[in-house]
């Protein structure tokens, strides 16, 4: 079988074509980093416009590299929510028009579950298993015992992982997105310079704090101790490290202190693509006897294989979708436990 994927839930406008023999036949995205550069983040109406703009021609590209026409596609999977509405809705309406016009089944898939089963795909994980779900805007360790059943071990109690990065970079002038610029300028960096806090680490439970953290780093900015390109390395590095060693910290509790029989734990979401925080966690895993997995760098960011790869999912266990479903700004996995 093979389903088409739609992803528009924030400023990736993407389109996949993935087959149930674990084959990607197509992986299109159209990335709108450019258009909110200038602004140092996501500006919801302009992502909206470009999925608008874009999502018909991605589709076309798409079906073009799989050798494929839109008819021969078993099924279409779009992405529902969670996500910035009016970039969901465009995702959302294309797919249901395309769905109907060719009376195809259609399946609402939750973004965070696409990010949730990539690992399925590339690495054929068993089920039950141990996830880092890592984001934006996101930051969740659950036990994913099967298709739709999670279980939340810990989350956030404020920004997410991935928000810290973005709002220091920011903070530090570097270009959108912040992530990847912070993980560059930490190579050259001393991660011992600057003193940053490790909040709730040593605490019970799993759940993270990343606002006092991020707090920290801005405040060094702002008093002037952050100046020069090597104090911007430095400042990298340390807040990288602290982010690392919180992590380690909430990953070695889920295993220690939490009744979780598995075998595996998978990193997934924009951050798993931070090559330092990989290495630190493989080396958690190792110490406890588990595999760890992250997805491909390419597959870590927002794309419409893990939708596609989730909507297969679904439809194997005969999970499909009426045309009435709405689109959704939030959705929790927990929600996902009756199908």
């Not at 074509?17 to 996501?42: E, K, M, T």
């Not at 279980?151 to 270009?175: M, N, P, R, S, Y």
Request: aromatic share 6%; proline share 4%.
């Amino acid at each position: 079988m093979r389903v088409l994927g739609i992803e528009t839930s924030c400023d990736e406008t993407a389109a996949a074509i993935v087959s149930s023999d674990r084959q990607i036949l197509s992986n299109v995205i159209h990335a709108q980093i450019d258009d909110h550069q200038p602004y140092g983040g996501v500006v919801p109406e302009i992502a909206a416009r470009n999925h608008l703009a874009y999502l018909q021609q991605v589709v076309e590209k798409s079906l073009t590299d799989a050798h494929m026409t839109l008819s021969e596609v078993d099924a279409i999977a779009v992405t529902a929510g969670p996500g910035l509405i009016g970039g969901v809705m465009v995702g959302v309406m294309a797919a249901k028009a395309m769905a109907a016009a060719l009376n195809k089944p259609i399946i609402a898939v939750n973004h965070l579950e696409g990010h949730a089963l990539t690992a399925r795909l590339t690495d054929n994980v068993p089920f039950p298993f141990l996830l880092m779900l890592m984001s934006g805007g996101h930051c969740q360790i659950l036990h994913v015992k099967d298709l739709g059943d999670y279980h939340l071990l810990g989350q956030t109690i404020d920004d997410a992982a991935g928000e810290a990065f973005d709002k220091v970079a920011k903070c530090l002038d570097l270009d959108y997105p912040g992530g990847p610029q912070i993980e560059k300028l930490a190579l050259v960096g001393d991660k011992k310079r600057y003193q940053l806090p490790r909040p709730l680490k040593g605490r019970a439970g799993c759940d993270f704090s990343f606002a006092g953290l991020k707090t920290a780093a801005r405040n060094l900015i702002l008093s002037g101790a952050v100046v020069t390109e090597q104090d911007k390395a430095d400042l990298c590095a340390s807040f990288q490290a602290a982010v690392r060693d919180c992590l380690v910290n909430r990953l070695q509790h889920a295993l220690a202190e939490t009744p979780v029989e598995v075998s595996h734990v998978v990193l997934s979401g924009g951050v798993a693509a931070n090559l330092y925080l990989r290495e630190a966690l493989t080396t958690v895993c190792l110490n406890y006897g588990k595999v760890f997995v992250a997805p491909p760098l390419k597959l870590c960011t927002d794309n419409a294989v893990m939708i596609a790869w989730a909507g297969l999912e679904r439809l194997h266990r005969g999970l499909t979708s009426s045309l009435d479903f709405q689109p959704r700004p939030r959705w929790s996995l927990m929600e996902l436990k009756n199908g």
